[in-house]
């Protein structure tokens, strides 16, 4: 692997060992997979509570799990199939987006006076840097650990391999410049 792409590939795919945590945090995803990862993580002791988050996804308009109203559910249904009882999760059906998913995810912890000193983040492999800024930004004080899924078959290995799959990952590092733009703005005016 050149050093460009051992670059690419360092910046954009995270992993971390887990750690025993106050949440896990499961940003919204048409990937069943990630909740079984979730799933895992809680019925091996990592943490208390799951959040998987998600009302659908803003480009395609609806739910593309026909019997489920949202993603979060679809989360929850497949958690508790996997035996994660109902009361160890909560659910945030609104977010249409990461961003979304994160500062949803942060006011329903708020509300129920939830303090996160750490958390898990179950992801999609190729987008846990720009999940893990998201979350960050909105838990600056909370050490976010990024147990990722590999979904679609792309891995930190393979990724430059086909076109198909290096579209994919070279579109979260665009994004992660084009999203964060205005983000980064707001804050540094806020410090100033």
């Not at 929850?76 to 977010?95: F, S």
């Amino acid at each position: 692997m050149t050093k460009f792409l051992e670059e690419m590939t360092n910046f954009i795919f995270l992993e971390d060992e887990p750690q025993k945590a106050d949440v896990i945090f499961v940003p919204g995803s048409e990937e069943g997979s990630l909740a079984k990862t979730a799933a895992k993580l809680y019925l091996d002791g990592y943490a208390p509570l799951l959040v998987p988050s998600g009302k659908f996804a803003k480009w395609t308009g609806h739910s593309i799990v026909d019997q489920f109203e949202t993603e979060s559910d679809h989360f929850a249904h497949l958690m508790m199939e996997e035996g994660v009882p109902e009361e160890a999760i909560i659910k945030e059906r609104e977010a249409t987006y990461t961003y979304q998913n994160a500062i949803n995810t942060r006011k329903l912890l708020d509300e129920r006076g939830i303090e996160v000193k750490r958390a898990l983040l179950c992801c999609q492999a190729y987008h846990a840097r720009r999940s893990k800024l998201y979350y960050q930004i909105l838990f600056p004080d909370t050490e976010i650990l990024v147990i990722p899924t590999i979904t679609k078959g792309i891995t930190r290995d393979n990724w430059f391999k086909s076109r198909e799959m290096s579209d994919i990952v070279l579109g979260e590092i665009e994004r992660c410049g084009s999203q964060f733009h205005e983000i980064v703005a707001e804050y540094g005016a806020l410090e100033k």
